[in-house]
């Protein structure tokens, strides 16, 4: 069994691979926090420990390791939460001078987690586990048949009355394939034009499939998040996919700037003003921008609230204070729907090779 040391930090991590005799094996290796994270982890620890069983330590810093650690897990190792102050404490003991540098604490992370086998292992919910693969998935499939829908669009000058969305329902594709078998064109355009509508056809139902699954997957989890305005059941699937539990947040305030639907704070010549926080998690903040504008047409006490602060704010302005106000209903409903799940929560996977 050998034990990996991760020292986690916004825009990269290192990783030091231990034994069980507590010595480092290889050289440390510093990874960017980006898509391809779990990639090159793996690929690394395969070419310095080959076939080997593998436990991740991590130094317990889950704003920063928490994609990391569920990466890991979904890709079938067993994952530990290392504490700072068990870490400090392997340092100093293994370190001549204590001296503390970020493969240092990567490896005293690994060692803290050899000598206390009790610590906690990193779990997900297996309802939010099946929901970030099905959303990822879901969006995937959106993009490809946006893509097929615009080749189309500009191969074919016969839709010019229709709108990219006609061709995401049946009704629009089959009206499609009539005019392209009615049309004056050569047969190789009309079949490949054709087979492009088949394709789009399968990627309608697929999508259609995978609304029905994740909908009968959130509905017994999320009763209180759906009845709000503007969340359907696929942003109530991203709510969760993407916040998981809810109980990391303490308070709105920090879910907000996980969002980015704070405003950041700007000081100058003592003056003070906020600023729009262009950061946080593009997908949620994508989800409150729907709700938002979907109150906006729908939901009367929004509606007022957008009317009282506009004429300060103008309209972008007062679009996100509601955007705010949503994310402090969105937290207590998330709270509620967390506290009302009767599932138990699956145990991590042994490690694989």
């Known amino acids: 069994m050998v034990t990996v040391g991760i020292d986690p930090h916004k825009h990269v991590h290192v990783a030091v691979a231990v034994g069980p ?25 395969r070419t310095i420990i080959d076939s080997t069983p593998v436990v991740w330590a991590i130094e317990d810093g889950r704003g920063f390791a928490r994609r990391l650690a569920d990466g ?31 493969p240092a604490d990567a490896a005293a992370a690994a060692r803290a987690a050899i000598a206390t086998p009790e610590l906690a292992r990193h779990r997900i919910d297996e309802h939010v586990r099946e929901l970030r693969v099905l959303v990822d998935y879901r969006t995937d499939l959106i993009k490809r048949r946006t893509t097929l829908i615009n080749q189309l669009k500009a191969q074919l000058h016969l839709w010019l009355n229709h709108t990219p969305g006609d061709l995401a329902r049946p009704k629009g594709t089959n009206a499609l394939a009539l005019l392209l078998t009615a049309a004056h064109i050569g047969a190789h355009v009309r079949r490949v034009l054709l087979d492009m509508t088949t394709e789009l056809s399968e990627l309608n139902q697929r999508v259609h499939d995978l609304d029905t ?29 993407e916040i998981g539990d809810i109980t990391r947040f303490p308070t709105s305030a920090k879910l907000a700037r996980y969002t ?62 509601l955007q705010r106000h949503l994310i402090d209903v969105i937290h207590r409903a998330m709270t509620t729907d967390r506290a009302s799940w009767q599932h138990q929560i699956t145990p991590p996977a042994r490690s694989l090779t």
């Open 21 to 45: 005799d507590g010595r480092q094996i290889g050289k440390p290796f510093t990874v960017k926090n980006d898509a391809w994270l779990i990639t090159a982890l793996l690929g690394w620890a």
């Open 72 to 102: 890991l897990l979904l890709a079938g190792h067993e994952v530990v939460w290392v504490p700072t102050r068990l870490t400090a404490a392997h340092r100093r003991l293994h370190a001549a001078t204590g001296a503390k540098s970020d």
């Open 213 to 241: 699954t994740i909908k009968e997957i959130v509905i017994p989890l999320a009763p209180a998040l759906l009845e709000i305005t503007g969340i359907s059941h696929t942003s109530a699937a991203v709510l969760i996919a």
């Open 260 to 321: 980015g639907c704070a405003p950041i704070p700007v000081y100058s010549s003592d003056q003070q003003r906020h600023r729009l926080h262009r950061g946080g998690n593009r997908r949620l903040n994508s989800v409150l921008y729907t709700a938002a504008i979907v109150q906006k047409r729908f939901h009367p006490a929004a509606q007022e609230l957008l009317a009282r602060h506009e004429p300060a704010k103008g309209k972008r302005g007062a679009r996100r204070i």
